[in-house]
């Protein structure tokens, strides 16, 4: 099977935790206060480049319609997901694992003398114990002064649990490339 293509993702033959269901409470007050309402439309999605991953959905390309949807004009910030996971006492997958990738480049030089994995078709992707969120780079790392910047490692179901608890939803991947 091909690798994805834009970041590392866990093997799934490997050896995990196994990952329990959390539970959050939705909240109540869900507006579309940061939404930005997208009137939906047709579109081609996919590529036929060699580049390309089918596996991912990006081939063949092929005509798509999507209805109307609301987007939030920003990512998910630090600051907004400690919220969550104050309120919930939410744990991350990548805080279950005990790592996630981390790009090399951000890597400390004491953190890359602990590297014990990268993936052959993304050597970039570095395997770093203890990057999880709120250590993006690994131990001695910190969100204290990034609460503005996007919330990292987090994986699909952690951004099903934080929407479930804000009461919004993911978009499609025909949304999402709409």
Known sequence: MASPCCG??????SKRKTLRKQKT??????SFK????????TF???????EG?????????????????????????????????RATSYKTEAEMFGWSFVFHLFVSPKNASNISQTVVDTPWWWAVDGA????????????????NHPAIHISWNDAVAYCEWVGKRL????????
Request: proline share 7%.
């Open 44 to 50: 081609t999605m996919g590529t036929h480049d060699s």
């Open 34 to 41: 940061g939404m930005i309402g997208l009137s939906g439309g």
């Open 8 to 13: 590392a993702s866990r093997p799934t033959s």
């Open 53 to 85: 991953f089918p596996e991912d959905g990006e081939g063949p390309m092929r005509e798509v319609t999507v209805d109307s949807f609301y987007l939030d004009a920003c990512a998910v910030t630090n600051a907004e997901f400690a919220k969550f996971v």
């Open 132 to 147: 999880y969120w709120h250590c993006p780079e690994g131990p001695n790392s910190s969100v204290q002064n990034r609460w």
């Open 25 to 30: 409470k939705r909240k109540s007050d869900t």
């Open 171 to 178: 978009p499609t991947e025909a949304e999402w490339e709409f």
